[in-house]
C-alpha cells in the first residue's frame, strides 16, 4: 500500500549548522512531493516541492533532493535557525486524486541556540 | 485574505453527540480537504472535495460525512461522535493549478470527545 515515512524522529543541531531531513516513501506513482513546516499549535505551512520527474530543487535557504533509484526524498536547510524549529513532514501528492497527500510520520527538529 | 478558516477551534463532545465542523476558503480553490492528525503522527486524509457539489473518500473516512454545497466551504460532520475521534482536524484547500499546487490548510480544530 501507499505509505511514506521518516527515518528520524528527531533531529538536533546547533544554530548556524546545516540541517538535513529524509524521508522514504513505497509508492512511485505519485506526481510530487511536498515538504511542510508545523509549528506548535499550527497548520502545516508550505516549505518546498518537487516534481517526480526533477531530482533537486531550491528556494531559499532550502533544497529538496529526490533520489527515485532509492525512493528517497531529503530537505536540507542551510544555517538553521531557532525559527526553523518545528516538526517537518514529507508528503506525497496525486494529480489524478485530487491533488491527494499521503504524509509521512514527521520529524522534530530543535536547533540549539 | 483570510487564507482558510476553521470553525470552531476547540470543542468537547460526549460519546454519541453530533457536530459539524465549518471550513471556509477565500481564495477561489476548487480542491478542499479534511484531515485528522493525531499526536506523533502526520496528517491522514479524511474527505476530499474536487468541486462544489462533488466529495470523495479519502483514508480514513469511516464515522465522517462532508458537504460542499458552496465552493467556499467544507464542512465535516461527526453523526454519533466516538473517543477514537479525539484528535486535530486541519482543513486544507487548493487550486491543483499546475503553477501552484500548494494545498493551504488551516489553523486546526482541537476535538476530544469523551
Known amino acids: 500500500g501507499e505509505s511514506v515515512g521518516l527515518h528520524l524522529p528527531t533531529l538536533s543541531v546547533q544554530e548556524g549548522d546545516n540541517s538535513i531531513i529524509n524521508c522514504a516513501y513505497s509508492n512511485s506513482a505519485s506526481d510530487y512531493f511536498i515538504w511542510y513546516k508545523q509549528e506548535s499549535g499550527k497548520g502545516p505551512q508550505f516549505i518546498i516541492d518537487?516534481?517526480?520527474?526533477?531530482d533537486k530543487r531550491q528556494g531559499q535557504r532550502v533544497t529538496v533532493l529526490l533520489n527515485k533509484t532509492v525512493k528517497h526524498l531529503s530537505l536540507q536547510i542551510a544555517a538553521t535557525q531557532p525559527g526553523d524549529s518545528a516538526v517537518y513532514f514529507c508528503?506525497?501528492?496525486?494529480?489524478?486524486?485530487?491533488?491527494?497527500?499521503?504524509f509521512g510520520q514527521g520529524t522534530e527538529l530543535s536547533v540549539k541556540p | 485574505n483570510a487564507g482558510v478558516t476553521q470553525t470552531p477551534k476547540f470543542r468537547v463532545l460526549k460519546t454519541g453527540q453530533s457536530m459539524t465542523l465549518l471550513c471556509a476558503q477565500d481564495?477561489?480553490?476548487?480542491?478542499m480537504y479534511w484531515y485528522r492528525q493525531d499526536p506523533g503522527m502526520g496528517l491522514r486524509l479524511i474527505h476530499y472535495s474536487v468541486g462544489e457539489g462533488t466529495t470523495a473518500k479519502g483514508e480514513v473516512p469511516d464515522g465522517y460525512n462532508v458537504s460542499r454545497l458552496k465552493k467556499q466551504n467544507f464542512l465535516l460532520g461527526l453523526e454519533s461522535a466516538a473517543p477514537s475521534q479525539t484528535s486535530v482536524y486541519f482543513c486544507a484547500s487548493s487550486s491543483l493549478d499546475r503553477d501552484e499546487e500548494t494545498q493551504y490548510f488551516g489553523p486546526g480544530t482541537r476535538l476530544l470527545v469523551l
Open positions: 518537487i516534481r517526480s520527474n526533477m
Open positions: 481564495m477561489n480553490h476548487e480542491y
Open positions: 508528503a506525497e501528492a496525486y494529480y489524478n486524486q485530487g491533488g491527494k497527500l499521503i
